[in-house]
């Protein structure tokens, strides 16, 4: 299945947590958990979507992200329109170095790509993991064992 949806998850997620920092006065760090919080909020409101299969799927995500974008830049009053935000709290300081710094932009990358690949090795282990690697392969074939595929998409 093609999904064309993340970067509307990726762009509720940036609103959401930019907007609580520069408009609310909640920390960084807050922040960050109200933008993930708002992407799963999005990702739940979009579960209805996975029933749909084929180019149907991939048509009303590539849909629901149109219309967040055009909502991103037309809704002046929230999100500043085209232009953007001002004002967004910078990130604190990661591990004595300024955020802005490319020695610390390098250890915040290299730490999520080692949690995100140790979380990849031990999901690819699991039965849950088994499951998803043999809806790859069919996904018919996965749901005449039992196995809930549409829940495995989710």
Request: net charge positive.
């Amino acid at each position: 299945m093609v999904s064309f949806g993340h970067s509307a998850f990726f762009g509720v997620g940036a609103y959401a947590s930019a907007l609580a920092t520069a408009r609310l006065g909640v920390p960084v760090a807050a922040g960050l958990a109200v933008g993930a919080g708002a992407a799963l909020l999005a990702a739940a409101l979009m579960l209805p979507l996975l029933r749909l299969r084929g180019p149907y799927f991939a048509l009303a995500v590539l849909a629901c992200a149109q219309i967040l974008r055009i909502l991103a830049t037309e809704w002046r009053g929230l999100t500043g329109g085209a232009g953007g935000l001002a004002n967004i709290a910078p990130l604190p300081a990661l591990f004595g170095q300024a955020a802005g710094g490319k020695l610390a932009a390098y250890l915040l990358i290299a730490s999520i790509v080692l949690l995100f690949a140790l979380g990849y090795a031990r999901l690819r282990a699991s039965h849950y993991g088994l499951a998803l690697r043999a809806m790859h392969d069919g996904e018919d074939a996965t749901g005449v064992l039992g196995v809930d595929t549409t829940l495995l998409r989710a």
